[in-house]
């Protein structure tokens, strides 16, 4: 079984699958899920923004904004595993 | 007549098909990208009124925009739907296709976006699709107009037979489906089955909408039953995300049946340009320069020129032109006067300013347009979580350079109620179009090398003072609290296209020629008349006239700030009903022809140090009048209507007397 890690520690522009949204806040896990961003999509990390700015997530083919702290637990493996 | 509802996620082109569909274009209050409550238009071939809803992703709603589109179809059943998606995001679309469809109603599928799903090599098959949904699929490109007509024939068509589209839930919440059904007895809801699992789904609008307590209670009890019985079947889920789980599985089974994306290529246009437009380093360099440049274009470029002749037409040719005219016809002194120097003077020098307003617009609309927007949010979302908001509030402040009143509007899009609360009182310190004229004059007559400049500095002023405000205001208790949430979907860069474009420049400028013809000429009128009334009646001298006393009440209060006389108060006065008629009254009160004339007396009136005081007054000291209405219709509340009258006066006499007295210290005076 492939370790978790948080999102933000993952190279950007690297396919990896969303393993778990439970941290994320109830009303921020709702919009992800109409936007078919759910456990198990795959995702990239597309842009860190300067000084703890927004992130860009990109996954099929949508581009989300989001902020770091709020997605700092955003669990994902490789998915390549 | 027949009501038919439009649906779709954000971004999907809802607003274009709805123009396609009917003779009207997008009317006031709906800027591109935001339908801000739901529009009505008459079908091209009047068989039905069409409803334009704003965007939602699912019915069930997270921001108060997104309600209105639920509420609409609980309370005034449609006779058929049309659900708009985009072709190249048909997973996450079908997503609400799903819940309409169960609504019961007959429904039409507008397949938009073609031409981009068929550029990146997705390949879908509309006939499966069509199948397995059992609705109408209409291939469309809403920007051009194609796939209309059929849209057309195909809604006359399908109007009279409801679908039966029906997903299976499992045995525990097909039982709470019926047994809620039983209990939704006498709804105009279609189908009771559609609104039971609304409340399965925990839909607090559908919930609000059962005005029966009892029967409220009783459906809470059935979904608590219901959560058990799923336990009891080996499912961990509450039935909501049950619900969802068993829609998601259907759709993302019926998409790899429908869909071919091995031809797949990904967006490089946005790919390259976001490299560029949202860089960690250059991102906001790359802003600042762009607005800078707007600033540059609007005031020194393009619009002085423009403006120029304008106002060469208005005081000259016009002017002797009406005045030759009532001289000819015998008009009497009064009317002569009350026409060239009341209502040529006061609405003209207004007009003269359209060149400048409507550039504004279209660098506004064009930002909106190609998708730029959303990327600002991102840039700027650092700075304003620092201030207790969100990158979403800088939306409505960029509108509010065009006008205060769709800005306010546009603050619907932000979830939190606290945060929409802080920008909607913040918004009026957004400098509107409305504020261009008197910058324009000033800086023109005071700093004429450097006009661009300073006019730039009063809308970075604006949004220096609103972040220091919002600070203040994030950590006063009755707006802190609720964390804050930041989430923005990114859509692809767009050319936006050059109809669309001067369509909605030209409804915004439409806004401001038709405020000219009311709110400006019957101040210009009243203004006029006001100026020429005074102890002894009419025809008094300027300086004894009504105007002049009531000015004269506010010259003492005004003089700390540099301007204490009577005109200044009396333009201050009625700026309060639209800020042009500031320009309107000093045209009038300073009885000057031109722009010209205009200029040497309010050089004479004003040190340079004394008319940045004045701007910067007028930049921030109350919202107009219809900015104040809004606010009241948002904020559904007297006391913050009240307050955000009363603390802008506050902090712009504060500001401006800081300003005078400091550079007065430095020897600027």
Known sequence: MPECISLLRTPPGQPVRLQSLASLHPSLRRRLTDMGIDEGSIIRLKKISLLGGPIVIECNGQLVGLRQNQVKQLEVVPSWT | ?669
């Open chain 2, 1 to 669: 007549m027949d009501m038919i509802a439009l649906f779709g996620n954000p971004n999907t082109g809802k607003t274009s098909l709805f123009n396609k569909l009917t003779r009207t274009y997008a009317e006031v209050g709906n800027w591109s990208g935001v339908t801000v409550e739901k529009k009505t238009g008459l079908l091209r071939d009047k068989s039905a009124v069409l409803v334009d809803l704003p965007g939602t992703y699912s019915l069930l709603p997270l921001s108060l925009d997104e309600g209105i589109a639920t509420r609409y179809l609980l309370e005034e059943p449609p006779a058929a739907l049309i659900n708009i998606v985009d072709a190249s995001q048909l997973q996450r679309n079908l997503y609400l296709t799903v819940q309409l469809l169960e609504y019961g109603r007959p429904l039409v599928l507008g397949l938009n976006m073609t031409d981009v799903a068929d550029a990146t090599g997705l390949l879908v098959n509309k006939e499966l699709l069509a199948d397995q949904l059992s609705v109408p699929i209409i291939p469309m490109v809403a920007r051009t107009g194609s796939g209309s007509k059929q849209m057309l024939a195909s809604l006359r068509e399908v109007r009279r037979s409801p679908n039966s589209f029906q997903l299976d839930y499992g045995p525990a919440v097909e039982a709470a489906i019926a047994d809620i059904c039983s209990l939704l007895t006498n709804t105009s809801v279609p189908n009771p089955r559609w609104a039971a699992l609304q409340c399965l789904e925990n839909n607090p609008v559908v919930m609000e909408w059962m005005t029966n307590e009892v029967q409220r209670e009783k459906v809470t009890d059935r979904i608590q039953r219901c959560e058990k019985e799923l336990l009891r079947e080996g499912h961990s889920a509450t039935p909501d995300q049950h619900i969802r789980s068993v829609r998601t599985a259907w759709i993302a089974d019926l998409c790899t049946k429908a869909l071919d994306t091995t031809k797949l290529k990904p967006h490089s246009l946005t790919d390259k340009l976001d490299a560029l437009l949202t860089h960690r380093y250059l991102g906001i360099p790359i802003f600042l320069l762009l607005m800078y440049a707007t600033f540059k274009f609007t005031f020194d470029w393009a619009g002085t020129v423009l403006s120029d002749m304008l106002d060469g037409f208005f005081s000259g040719t016009l002017s002797s032109w009406i005045s030759e005219m009532l001289v000819q016809w015998n008009a009497s002194a009064f009317t002569q006067s009350l026409i060239v120097d009341g209502i040529v003077a006061g609405v003209g020098g207004v007009l003269v300013f359209l060149p400048q307003i409507a550039i504004l617009f279209l660098i506004i609309s064009l930002i909106e347009d190609s998708g730029y927007m959303a990327r600002v949010t991102i840039l700027m979302d650092r700075l304003m979580q620092a201030v207790g908001l969100n990158g979403k509030s800088f939306i409505p402040f960029i509108i509010g350079f065009g006008c205060n009143v769709p800005a306010i509007m546009a603050a619907r899009t932000i979830e939190q109620p606290r945060e929409r609360l802080i920008t909607t009182l913040l918004v009026p310190f957004m400098s509107c179009s409305a504020r261009l004229p008197v910058y324009a004059l000033f800086a023109g007559v005071f700093f004429p090398t450097h006009a661009a400049s300073i006019i730039m500095l009063m809308y970075v002023l604006g949004i220096t003072v609103s972040l220091i405000l919002a600070k203040i205001f994030s950590k006063v208790s009755i707006l802190s609290g609720e964390p804050s949430l930041f989430i923005v979907e990114l859509p692809p860069y767009r050319v936006p296209q050059a109809l669309t474009l001067f369509r909605s420049t030209w409804e915004k400028v439409k806004g401001f020629v038709r405020k000219a013809g009311t709110i400006i000429l019957a101040g210009s009128v009243g203004i006029w008349l006001l100026s020429n009334f005074g102890p002894q009646g009419f025809g008094a001298e300027m300086n004894d006239s009504l105007l002049a006393t009531v000015g004269g009440w506010f010259a003492p209060i005004l003089a700390p700030l540099g301007f204490g006389t009577w005109q200044a108060g009396a333009s201050l006065l009625t700026g309060f009903m639209a800020k042009e008629v500031v320009v309107s009254t000093m045209n009038i009160i300073y009885h000057v022809p031109d722009m010209q004339g205009l200029e040497m007396q309010v050089r004479h009136a004003f040190t340079p140090l004394a008319s940045f005081s004045f701007m910067v007054f007028i930049l921030l000291y109350v919202p107009c009048l219809a900015t104040v209405a809004v606010i009241r219709k948002e904020t559904l509340s007297w006391r913050w209507t009240a307050f955000s009258v009363i603390y802008p006066l506050t902090v712009a006499y504060i500001i401006a007397v800081v300003i005078y007295q400091c550079g007065r210290l430095l020897g600027w005076g």
